[in-house]
């Protein structure tokens, strides 16, 4: 089991930075694969970045966004920069006990209750 608790989230105008944390709880984090994902009001959740050997982006944040992990603080990070209106929305951390990097949020175990981006125009 993991508990997966996000902070850093909040209001940012358009051309600003946020960094988000995911504080993960277990002995085991370093086998997870770990990823962000984020749900705008009527939308989908949608993939932004996964972390395990490699690094993978969504097309929309690649070149702005960072992803970064620490397994000896059992940590994961997200970085965003040059942020636009359009990157409004709940950010979810999540873990996968797969080994397989997945942008698809059905392949995840565990997730955060999310912390609120919010990027004003």
């Known amino acids: 089991q993991v508990q997966l608790v996000e902070s850093g989230g909040g209001l940012v105008q358009a051309g600003g930075s946020l960094r988000l944390s995911c504080a993960a709880s277990?002995?085991?984090?370093?086998?997870?694969?770990m990823a962000w994902f984020r749900q705008a009001p009527g939308k989908e959740r949608e993939f932004v970045a996964a972390i395990r050997r490699g690094i993978y982006y969504a097309d929309s944040v690649k070149g702005r966004f960072t992803i970064s992990r620490d397994n000896t603080k059992s940590t994961v990070d997200l970085q965003m920069n040059s942020l636009k209106p359009e990157d409004t929305a709940a950010y979810y951390c999540a873990a996968s006990r797969s080994t397989v990097i997945s942008r698809t949020y059905t392949a995840y175990d565990y997730w955060g209750q999310g912390t609120q981006v919010t990027v004003s125009s």
């Open positions: 277990g002995r085991t984090f370093s086998s997870y694969t």
